[in-house]
């Protein structure tokens, strides 16, 4: 539940969606507003924010903001992968299967690159 874990003092990687009830208004003026009134709670300093993925929908039935935030770049990655792969699907009308997990393959690779030193 948000608030509840401890404020993240280290760097941060941020996914914000934005379902608005109608057609009106900027992303880019909704996520400085959205940043900001999340420091304290959830990031000790918007400066820690080193990436941040956005998008904004429409949603009449249920306006909504969802935010994510992490101190772990791969889960970032990881989140990112599965939002935009659930995006695509819903534009092609398509039925999303489970993605393979990216995490095991990133760390192998770290691993190689590591030995390879």
Known sequence: MFGQDPIIDKPVYVIVDVYRPIKRGDLDNSL????DSIQGFAYKDDKQIKSIHTAQGDDKQNPRVE??????????????????????CREKN??????????PILQTVYQISQAQQ
């Not at 400085?32 to 940043?35: F, G, R, S, V």
């Not at 935030?69 to 995006?87: G, K, L, S, W």
């Not at 398509?94 to 995490?103: C, F, G, K, S, Y």
């Open 32 to 35: 400085k507003i959205l940043l």
């Open 67 to 88: 935010i994510f935030v992490t101190a772990d770049y791969i889960q970032y990655i990881e989140h990112v992968q599965q939002i935009m792969y659930q995006r695509w």
């Open 94 to 103: 398509i039925t999303p299967v489970p993605l393979t997990p990216i995490r």
